[in-house]
Nanobody
Framework: QVQLVESGGGLVQAGGSLRLSCTTS????????MGWFRQAPGKEREFVAA????????KSADFVKGRVAISRGNAKNTVWLQMNSLKPEDTAVYYC???????????????????WGQGTQVTVSS
């Protein structure tokens, strides 16, 4: 069992940046792929970005490509999501997730992730 806690959300103006962090109760390197998802009101949860357990591979959704970077912290139980050039449509609750399955190409489904945090609210004003 892994507990995940997100932080770093908040209110930011369009064009601004935020850095979200996900702290886990155990080391996730070599064990879990880590992902970020988001859910806006009235919409389904959608994939944002992910990083492999080794940290050697990353992937992101087309709608954030070039604007986000996911990384693992030097402390082996932290994952970051740097978000730049934020838009009002990025407003959502952002969730961190850990998945124990294989790292596969393409957009992951939420079912590939086993553990989830409670989420952190990101609000982008126009």
């Amino acid at each position: 069992q892994v507990q995940l806690v997100e932080s770093g959300g908040g209110l930011v103006q369009a064009g601004g940046s935020l850095r979200l962090s996900c702290t886990t109760s155990a080391r996730t390197d070599s064990t879990y792929n880590m992902g970020w998802f988001r859910q806006a009101p009235g919409k389904e949860r959608e994939f944002v970005a992910a990083i492999s357990r080794s940290g050697g591979s990353t992937k992101s959704a087309d709608f954030v490509k070039g604007r986000v970077a996911i990384s693992r912290g030097n402390a082996k139980n932290t994952v970051w999501l740097q978000m730049n050039s934020l838009k009002p449509e990025d407003t959502a609750v952002y969730y961190c997730a850990a998945g124990g399955g294989p790292w596969v190409p393409g957009i992951p489904d939420i079912s590939e992730y086993d553990y989830w945090g409670q989420g952190t609210q990101v609000t982008v004003s126009s």
